[in-house]
C-alpha cells in the first residue's frame, strides 16, 4: 500500500512540472532582412544592413515537450543598397521596419541534461513599411543637348506590406534546476516571396 502511495505522488509530482507550465520571456536579436519588391518591369531588390529585432513571448507547456508560445517582436534595419537589375543603385538613405504577431509551436525535447535543444513553426500577422532612397551615375544627355559625362539618377521607392507571415525555429536552451532559462536560436521570418529576414540571438525565459 506504502509503495502504490509513493509510485501515485511521484507520477503526479513529476507530470505537475511540466504541463500546463506557464512562463513569459523576452527575445534579442540580430536581424538580417532581404526584400524583392515588385516592379511594373522588373523586381527591385533591396539589401540591408544588419539590424535589430526584440520582443516578448508568452506561453504555457500543454504536454511534457510541446509548448503553444505568443510572440509579438518589432525589427529595424538599416538599407546597404538596392538596385533594379542590371542597375545598382548608391543608397544615400532608407531603412526597413517590421511589427509582428506569431503564435509558435515549439517542440522541446525536455532531457535531463542542462542543455534542452528544442525546434518549431509558427504562423501569424505582421506589418512592414520601408523607405528607400538611392542614385546611380550615368552618362548621357543633359536638358540643353549638350553630352554629360556624369549625371545623376535619383530613385526612391516606398513599401508598405501587411499580411500572413510564417517562421521556423531552431535553438537549444540552458535549464539549470530553476525557473529561469538561457536560450540561443536561429528563427526564418518569411512574408510569401518579398520578405525573408534571418534573425540570430538569445532568449530569457521565467517559468511560474
Known sequence: MNAAAAYSFEIEESGSCKFSTPYIGVLSSVSFPN???????????????????IGVVCGFHFDSHWILESEVSYQKAEVNHFSIPPERFKTVGGHFRMTSFVENFIYDFNWDYPLVPYFGSGIGYAQAKGRYKGFREFDGIDGFGFFCPKNSLESHAYFHKSGVVVQMILGVAYSPKSSWKLGIDYRCFMMDDSIIAHKIGCNLIKEF
Open 35 to 53: 526584400i524583392r519588391l515588385k516592379h511594373p518591369l522588373k523586381k527591385v531588390l533591396v539589401r540591408f544592413k544588419p539590424g535589430y529585432s
